[in-house]
């Protein structure tokens, strides 16, 4: 009995098997092992927060000792501290063009978002909707969509419209096709069951179905938010008279290969920034979906 009680006594408690034992309990060696640990798994953290900045610094760093190195031309291929300059010089216009084509972007992006989980969902849950309309969307999807703006400058004019509609259209395919796939991968067996328990199709869907495909509905947000930026700029070049896309136009018309560039690393940050949005979205609410992939053994270690 004075056995059984020692060892209820040292026994971890639940969910508590991860931290280390007590100081009392633990050799030199073994404390000395875990403080490494705790030390290389902090170091690591601190690596990837720095690592994304330091990959961009010095690909930034390359490009204009590369230039300066083999005397590029201006004309050809900046360096970055001469797109800085045409950022300063031309903020105002960019300002207000980036946020032309923002708006022109989100708007389009969130329609898809509304259109491809609805018909995600309707797809996903029906073999025939599945065989029926999966041809049509491969063949829209297809068409290339710098093809489609003249048509839409017909039938709406130049303007934010054209941006707003090739948004929608190159962001869609990607949100109705994993939401679909998420919906129609739901095990058989898991289904048989819970109609043997008395669940409609339509609680199929809601409690198992849409669960099991957000996963794949926001690794769709995520490809969707940054080719609907591609949308916008095609359709700001083609047909429009304000965004980032035309602001480009114009300036390569007059050989203004700084601020073309400039116009680039706006969009490019635009999209980076929509993406962190979308991962923090997904992190705090189908976080339970990839807990596997990153969990590290969290060490609790005295004195470290």
Do not use: C
């Amino acid at each position: 009995m004075a056995s059984d009680a020692a060892l209820t006594a040292t026994a971890p408690a639940p969910g508590t098997a991860a931290k280390a034992p007590a100081d009392a309990t633990m050799s030199p060696e073994a404390l000395r092992r875990l403080q490494a640990m705790a030390l290389a798994q902090r170091r690591r953290r601190r690596l990837q927060a720095w690592l994304p900045w330091l990959v961009i610094i010095g690909m930034f760093v390359i490009w204009e000792a590369g230039v300066r190195a083999f005397n590029v031309q201006q004309f050809v291929l900046p360096a970055p501290t001469a797109i800085a300059e045409s950022m300063i010089k031309w903020w105002v216009p960019l300002l207000d063009n980036s946020w032309q084509t923002l708006m022109t972007t989100l708007i389009g992006f969130f329609l898809a978002v509304i259109f491809g989980l609805l018909l995600g969902v309707a797809i996903g849950s029906s073999s025939l909707l599945y065989h029926g309309l999966y041809p049509l969307l491969i063949g829209f999807n297809s068409v290339p969509k710098v093809a489609v703006v003249p048509i839409l400058v017909i039938w709406f004019g130049i303007g934010t419209v054209p941006a707003v509609i090739t948004a929608f259209m190159i962001s869609f395919f990607p949100i109705v096709v994993n939401v679909a796939t998420g919906i129609a991968t739901v095990e058989p067996e898991l289904r048989d069951v819970l109609r043997a328990l008395g669940a409609k199709p339509s609680d199929i869907i809601r409690k198992v179905g849409l669960p099991r495909a957000m996963p794949y509905f926001f690794a769709s947000l995520k490809i969707a938010i940054t080719v609907a930026f591609v949308g916008s700029i095609i359709a700001e070049t083609v047909a429009a008279n304000k965004g980032i896309g035309h602001l480009m136009i114009l300036a390569s018309s007059r050989f203004d290969v700084p601020l073309v560039f400039a116009g680039l690393i706006v969009t490019a940050v635009m999209g980076v920034a929509m993406y962190v949005a979308a991962v923090a979205i997904e992190n705090r609410t189908t976080g339970w979906a990839m807990r596997g992939q990153n969990d590290q053994q969290q060490v609790s270690v005295p004195g470290v």
